[in-house]
């Protein structure tokens, strides 16, 4: 079935375009590095247009997508580029692990590296 055709990718998406989000946490390689994301909000648009700003102003845009792998593993797909900078560091394929209408949970295990764990909550 298609992406269109499962409900659980839809609620996920449809809940991600109900508000802007921040990041509430988010780890990597073991370090939190929660603060390098203050004052970040995150929009994810239509037609997959993710958009970072602060204070109102765009900063960055980049892609999401919500999506169902071969092996029936639900995933999201940031894409904030790759140039280094804070912000194109949460460019990955995260697991899917929680929603709710306040806050989404994500993690990225590499195999033997502590496991990623970004999390945003509804601003």
Known sequence: PGDMEDG?????????????????????????????????????????ELTVSTNMDPLKSGLWRV??????????YLNLGDDGDVLSELTDDWDFVSISETSLVLEDNSGDQPVDTLVFRRK
Request: aromatic share 12%; hydrophobic share 35%; proline share 0%.
């Open 8 to 48: 659980d990718v839809m609620e996920i998406s449809n809940t991600l375009m109900a508000g802007d989000w921040v990041v509430a946490q988010f780890a990597e390689d073991g370090s939190d590095k929660t603060s390098d994301y203050e004052g970040y909000d995150f929009a994810f648009g239509m037609q997959n």
């Open 67 to 76: 999506v169902r792998d071969s092996d029936g593993s639900l995933k999201v």
